[in-house]
């Protein structure tokens, strides 16, 4: 079966740096996916990573270890803009994309 | 603006209604999904149809029966559903099903069942 954790909430202030933990179990894997969803919006594609390692773009990075089935997202300077939730969604060998319940990032003044 | 246009936006039906959920993408795009969002609860995949067949059905009630007519659109029938089928109804669409290209979103049709 597929198992996907990772934080329910996250609070943090303008300006700072928070890193959103996902572990995961999956069927094979073929990938794992961030995608940003704002409250009454459509997931928006963030990163994918296959590789282990970091990928960065711009304010966001993503990390994955395969052996560890883990993978972080790291977002720096914090802006309002950022509070949303985000879903860490890794793909099986099956091509089934899986979803986490997502950390919902409060982002204050 | 994903590419992905879902209609409605918002549905209230009765239980013993009939009504049907529209997605539309003119990306080009091979495969196209179904997913529903419950409050609190993981995005969950309902169905998958890839190059206009129908390649996954997770488990889903018969009361939701997907149409895929050609590769721009998907629908998505309903009937004698539920109060505890009210959530978020997710299409996506991606290049191909299986693959590492990302899936685009539309919008989603909040669905509430009284």
């Known amino acids: 079966g597929q198992n996907i954790d990772q934080p329910t909430e996250m609070t943090a202030t303008e300006g700072a740096i928070v890193q959103i933990n996902c572990t995961y179990q999956t069927s094979g894997f073929n990938g794992l996916f961030w995608y940003q969803q704002h409250a009454g919006e459509a997931p928006t594609f963030l990163s994918y990573n296959v590789l282990d390692g970091l990928e960065e773009k711009g304010r966001f990075s993503s990390f994955l270890s395969r052996s560890k089935g883990y993978s972080y997202l790291l977002l720096k300077e914090l802006q309002m803009k950022d509070s949303a939730s985000y879903l860490c969604?890794?793909?099986?060998?099956?091509?089934?994309?899986?979803f986490g319940a997502g950390t919902q990032v409060v982002v204050t003044p | 603006e994903t590419g992905v246009t879902q209609t409605p936006r918002h549905l209230v039906m009765g239980m013993t209604n009939k009504k049907s959920l529209k997605c539309e993408q003119h990306l080009g795009h091979n495969a196209m999904y179904w997913y529903k969002q419950s409050a609190k609860k993981p995005l969950e995949l309902m169905f998958v149809y890839s190059l206009e067949e129908r390649v996954e059905n997770n488990s889903v009630p018969s009361r939701f029966s997907p149409e895929c007519p050609n590769s721009s659109h998907l629908f998505l029938h309903l009937h004698t559903l539920q109060p505890e089928d009210s959530a978020l109804y997710l299409c996506a669409s991606s290049q191909d099903q299986g693959t590492n290209t990302e899936a685009f979103f539309g919008q989603g049709t909040r669905l509430t069942v009284v």
């Open positions: 969604a890794p793909l099986d060998s099956w091509g089934k994309l899986q």
